[in-house]
């Protein structure tokens, strides 16, 4: 929130009152359920945020539509139903709810294999029907069963733990788990075929992409044995439905546990593969199900208001997806650095004023995160080029937008111990910039010749004089005369010169006229710069 302005967030399907209140403490939420295509078009140009679950249709064409449009949330884990590509060429920062349904999913699947595995379905249907038929319903155990799992994130991995306490063995495939991280959990990973040929039971939880759409087609259920089973409880589209249908009518697969189709609901097109998957007597079949437990649904709904809002407020959030992945312990550790460079970057930007060339080597503490390195970089992007743009700067957008503007970043990576919580800039021209980061607070150390400590916020009147008595007091009176009052003074002194930069806190703004007259009657050679080190410079 900015000079009283309230961002908007439009909520298009059900969020949990918890999460809603959470919203609305710093937000006006707007909760309009059921909108048509048409009508979501017609509204999303008036918010600065949009959440939705799976069932709205993030597109090209809503994107381009929310001209104020700053962050989608989604409330869940996948975001297959929003385009990530124009979100990220718009700068909107798309941000997920990964950690809130995780066991209500890892539960539903493990259900869908017991369930699979005693028909019991098929059973409870015939006894209500009247029949008591024990031949027809005879089951196999889970006890030393294999069960492939495709894709060990958060909801494959709490499957296995759970898989492993019915005693079963887990293959698992997923190329980008590590073998110890696989070991850690008890898990055998092996080729995707290999456990597709070596499983009893195989369930899905990878993301729907186009390069798992139709990701398990003939050729892969040809791998599988004879009397297998397969769950898709993660969704729609990953599993070729048409093939799937071939064989379970020729019976080469016992059963299949389905709970999202490519068709939702499946009877919204008849005669579909979808429609004819939920009504096959060896599929046990549920609507959608995986994150609808209570407990998840509330959450969710805190997880994905918590990064919304702090997306909005132009915090670092873990649950951003179209950027590198940060993990949320890396985040306690970044948030103060990334900080530490977007305000080193600002302030170098108003130091410079027109003289600033656009070049900026950046040196800087790393451990080869990629994703901590974008941090640091894309804060010193964003203090360097927002004060002088109309457009918002985050992690999603900074490398793009410097490079339409012809901003070159070089950056020198440092691993000496001790440099952990420096930052410094190098502009072209050879000035340089200098800060760390004391308490989780920013401070700038040193500007060109100036060793100086300066807490990075607030406003802050920075200016050039000759270091002679009375120079202070001078600026001091003016100040007091147009009731400004200085809250701090840092000054920094550079004797071979006679110069002194000094920077003084001020608690309200100065107008022009004032700052004119401290130019004069000080013998400056430039306007001091204001430094409004939290928005923008004066």
Same mark, same amino acid.
Request: net charge negative; proline share 4%.
């Given at each position: 929130?900015?000079?009283?302005?309230?961002?908007?967030?439009?909520?298009?399907?059900?969020?949990?009152?918890?999460?809603?209140?959470?919203?609305?403490?710093?937000?006006?939420?707007?909760?309009?359920?059921?909108?048509?295509?048409?009508?979501?078009?017609?509204?999303?140009?008036?918010?600065?945020?949009?959440?939705?679950?799976?069932?709205? +249709?993030?597109?090209?064409?809503?994107?381009?539509?929310?001209?104020?449009?700053?962050?989608?949330?989604?409330?869940?884990?996948? @975001?297959?139903?929003?385009?990530?590509?124009?979100?990220?060429?718009?700068?909107?920062?798309? @941000?997920?709810?990964?950690?809130?349904?995780?066991?209500?999913?890892?539960?539903?699947?493990?259900?869908?294999?017991?369930?699979?595995?005693?028909?019991?379905?098929?059973?409870?249907?015939?006894?209500?029907?009247?029949?008591?038929?024990?031949?027809?319903?005879?089951?196999?155990?889970?006890?030393?069963?294999?069960?492939?799992?495709?894709?060990?994130?958060?909801?494959?991995?709490?499957?296995?733990?759970?898989?492993?306490?019915?005693?079963?063995?887990?293959?698992?495939?997923?190329?980008?788990?590590? *073998?110890?991280?696989?070991?850690?959990?008890?898990?055998?990973? *092996?080729?995707?075929?290999?456990?597709?040929?070596?499983?009893?039971? @195989?369930?899905?939880?990878?993301?729907?992409?186009?390069?798992?759409?139709?990701?398990?087609?003939?050729?892969?259920?040809?791998?599988?044995?004879?009397?297998?089973?397969?769950?898709?409880?993660?969704?729609?589209?990953?599993?070729?439905?048409?093939?799937?249908?071939?064989?379970?009518?020729?019976?080469?697969?016992?059963?299949?546990?389905?709970?999202?189709?490519?068709?939702?609901?499946?009877?919204?097109?008849?005669?579909?593969?979808?429609?004819?998957?939920?009504?096959?007597?060896?599929?046990?079949?549920?609507?959608?199900?995986?994150?609808?437990?209570?407990?998840?649904?509330?959450?969710?709904?805190?997880?994905?208001?918590?990064?919304?809002?702090?997306?909005?407020?132009?915090?670092?959030?873990?649950?951003?997806?179209?950027?590198?992945?940060?993990?949320?312990?890396?985040?306690?550790?970044?948030?103060?650095?990334?900080?530490?460079?977007?305000?080193?970057?600002?302030?170098?930007?108003?130091?410079?004023?027109?003289?600033?060339?656009?070049?900026?080597?950046?040196?800087?503490?790393?451990?080869?995160?990629?994703?901590?390195?974008?941090?640091?970089?894309?804060?010193?992007?964003?203090?360097?080029?927002?004060?002088?743009?109309?457009?918002?700067?985050?992690?999603?957008?900074?490398?793009?937008?410097?490079?339409?503007?012809?901003?070159?970043?070089?950056?020198?990576?440092?691993?000496?111990?001790?440099?952990?919580?420096?930052?410094?800039?190098?502009?072209?021209?050879?000035?340089?910039?200098?800060?760390?980061?004391?308490?989780? +607070?920013?401070?700038?150390?040193?500007?060109?010749?100036?060793?100086?400590?300066?807490?990075?916020?607030?406003?802050?009147?920075?200016?050039?004089?000759?270091?002679?008595?009375?120079?202070?007091?001078?600026?001091?009176?003016?100040?007091?005369?147009?009731?400004?009052?200085?809250?701090?003074?840092?000054?920094?002194?550079?004797?071979?010169?006679?110069?002194?930069?000094?920077?003084?806190?001020?608690?309200?703004?100065?107008?022009?006229?004032?700052? *004119?007259?401290?130019?004069?009657?000080?013998?400056?050679?430039? +306007?001091?710069?204001?430094?409004?080190?939290?928005?923008?410079?004066?």
């Amino acid at each position: 929130m900015e000079n009283g302005y309230r961002e908007r967030i439009l909520v298009t399907e059900k969020l949990s009152d918890e999460g809603v209140n959470i919203l609305k403490k710093s937000f006006i939420v707007d909760l309009k359920y059921g909108l048509s295509p048409e009508e979501l078009l017609d509204e999303i140009p008036e918010y600065d945020a949009l959440i939705v679950r799976s069932a709205t +249709k993030v597109n090209k064409e809503l994107i381009l539509a929310g001209k104020k449009l700053r962050v989608i949330g989604r409330a869940g884990v996948g @975001v297959d139903n929003i385009d990530l590509h124009t979100a990220t060429e718009r700068g909107i920062l798309v @941000v997920n709810a990964p950690t809130g349904n995780c066991v209500a999913a890892a539960e539903h699947t493990i259900a869908h294999i017991c369930a699979l595995s005693r028909f019991l379905a098929s059973a409870d249907a015939g006894l209500k029907q009247g029949k008591w038929d024990r031949n027809a319903y005879v089951g196999t155990s889970l006890e030393g069963k294999w069960l492939g799992v495709i894709g060990l994130g958060r909801i494959g991995r709490e499957v296995s733990r759970r898989a492993k306490g019915l005693g079963m063995k887990v293959l698992a495939f997923d190329p980008y788990t590590s *073998e110890e991280t696989a070991k850690s959990l008890g898990v055998n990973l *092996e080729p995707l075929e290999s456990v597709f040929s070596k499983s009893d039971f @195989v369930t899905l939880h990878v993301p729907l992409i186009e390069t798992t759409r139709n990701m398990v087609d003939r050729e892969l259920l040809s791998k599988m044995k004879p009397g297998a089973r397969i769950l898709n409880i993660a969704r729609g589209g990953l599993i070729d439905e048409e093939a799937l249908l071939e064989y379970l009518n020729s019976g080469r697969l016992a059963g299949a546990g389905i709970d999202c189709f490519v068709t939702e609901p499946p009877s919204k097109i008849a005669d579909s593969p979808s429609e004819h998957l939920s009504k096959h007597t060896k599929v046990l079949a549920t609507p959608h199900l995986g994150a609808s437990t209570v407990e998840a649904q509330l959450d969710v709904a805190i997880e994905i208001a918590e990064a919304v809002t702090a997306a909005l407020c132009g915090e670092l959030v873990p649950t951003l997806v179209n950027a590198p992945a940060v993990s949320s312990d890396a985040l306690v550790y970044m948030k103060p650095r990334a900080l530490l460079a977007e305000r080193l970057g600002r302030l170098a930007y108003s130091l410079a004023g027109e003289t600033f060339s656009g070049d900026v080597t950046i040196h800087f503490h790393s451990n080869g995160d990629d994703g901590e390195s974008r941090l640091i970089r894309t804060g010193v992007i964003k203090g360097l080029m927002e004060p002088g743009s109309d457009r918002v700067i985050n992690v999603v957008n900074a490398d793009m937008v410097s490079k339409m503007h012809g901003l070159q970043i070089t950056e020198v990576k440092r691993k000496s111990i001790g440099d952990e919580n420096c930052i410094k800039l190098q502009m072209k021209g050879g000035s340089e910039i200098e800060g760390r980061v004391i308490g989780n +607070k920013p401070h700038v150390t040193c500007i060109g010749d100036f060793e100086v400590d300066l807490v990075l916020e607030g406003l802050v009147l920075a200016y050039y004089q000759v270091d002679m008595p009375g120079q202070i007091g001078k600026v001091g009176n003016i100040l007091g005369e147009a009731n400004v009052n200085i809250s701090f003074m840092t000054l920094g002194r550079h004797l071979p010169s006679r110069k002194a930069l000094v920077l003084l806190g001020l608690d309200s703004v100065p107008d022009t006229k004032t700052l *004119e007259r401290i130019r004069m009657d000080v013998g400056l050679d430039k +306007k001091p710069v204001l430094l409004d080190l939290d928005g923008a410079p004066g």
